[in-house]
């Protein structure tokens, strides 16, 4: 792989280890709005965005689909919750060699982005303890669509308006610790680096079609 023009990261075992805070403020959110303490991790998957993992919950607690209102407010008292369970998460950390890493690719001039199935507040918040922002230009999020493959082409849209030009499968790179990252990444067009920070193993991030997989962001990086 050559150096690429623009980078976007995964956040949730990519950039960071939330210790559950999201879990947790989706638990918070159904309890205080319905009585109910949903367990996302029983009717969703790794990878999915917010607004699916909204609306999937919600069907399995409560056995039906969300009016567009319901979700709306379901939304903003997971924001809420979050942006108070996260700055006191036990477990939350920074994964070993972000800061370098995304130091590095500044000064190389490369434009770097999120991507995320989070919302664009709570993708924030999630960094913000680890006070990971100030990388971050611009990106892409679960708000732009509950689809994680136009996700991510939105967000490579944004990048391609930064740079002046439409970005070539080369000249992107996306980097996540999920198969979905790298078949979202593949869908859009741009190449996929897996990173075994996560639950999935390095093969199977190569069995997903990873053009490249690194054990931890402390190894070197594809093209630098």
């Known amino acids: 792989m050559k150096k690429p023009l623009a980078v976007l990261f995964d956040i949730d075992e990519t950039l960071v280890h939330t210790g559950g805070a999201g879990g947790r403020s989706w638990t918070a959110a159904f309890q205080e709005l319905y009585g109910i303490p949903a367990d996302i991790g029983q009717h969703t998957s790794s990878g999915e965005t917010d607004p699916e993992v909204g609306r999937e919950t919600f069907r399995g607690v409560l056995g039906r689909d969300p009016r567009p209102d319901e979700l709306s407010r379901l939304y903003a008292r997971y924001l809420w ?54 990388y971050f230009v611009f990106g892409g999020y679960g708000s732009d669509s509950p689809d994680r493959d136009e996700a991510t082409r939105a967000a490579i849209r944004k990048a391609s308006l930064l740079v002046g030009h439409d970005l070539a499968p080369d000249e992107v790179a996306v980097v996540g610790d999920t198969p979905h990252d790298i078949t979202s990444a593949h869908a859009a067009g741009a190449a996929g680096i897996g990173v075994a920070t996560g639950k999935y193993s390095a093969d199977e991030l190569r069995e997903a079609g990873a053009d490249a997989v690194l054990t931890d962001l402390t190894e070197p990086f594809p093209g630098l």
């Open 81 to 134: 919750h979050l942006s108070d369970i996260i700055r006191t998460a036990e477990g939350y950390r920074v994964e070993k060699g972000v800061d370098a890493l995304l130091t590095r690719l500044a000064e190389e001039n490369v434009v770097i982005g999120v991507i995320s199935g989070a919302m664009e507040g709570a993708a924030r918040a999630k960094m913000e303890p680890g006070d990971l922002g100030r």
